[in-house]
Nanobody, 124 residues
């Protein structure tokens, strides 16, 4: 079993920055890719970013490319999402997920463990 606990969400003004953290436990963290997804009320869950097991490869949704950076510290069993240049449309619950594969993937079906989510609200 895997437990994922997100932190770092909050309220920020447009143009501001925020760093989310996701602490993992329960299995070999370094063997699996990790991802961030988000969901706003009335909208479907959408992919945000993913990072490979080793941290050597990353992929991002077009909507956040150039603004967000995903990283991981395998020694700490933690994955991060640095969010810069935040926009009101980034407002959502951000959820960390652990994949069943070691390579980057934007497919939600490739993730079998999910955190509880942390709220990010960007005001205009």
């Amino acid at each position: 079993q895997v437990q994922l606990v997100e932190s770092g969400g909050g309220l920020v003004q447009a143009g501001g920055s925020l760093r989310l953290s996701c602490a993992a436990s329960g299995r070999t963290f370094s063997s699996y890719a990790m991802g961030w997804f988000r969901q706003a009320p009335g909208k479907e869950r959408e992919f945000v970013a993913t990072i490979s097991a080793t941290g050597g490869n990353t992929d991002y949704a077009d909507s956040v490319k150039g603004r967000f950076t995903i990283s991981r510290d395998n020694a700490k069993n933690t994955v991060y999402l640095q969010m810069n240049g935040l926009k009101p449309e980034d407002t959502a619950i951000y959820v960390c997920a652990s994949a069943t594969v070691p390579y980057t993937t934007a497919r939600a079906m490739r993730y079998n463990y999910w955190g509880q989510g942390t709220q990010v609200t960007v005001s205009s």
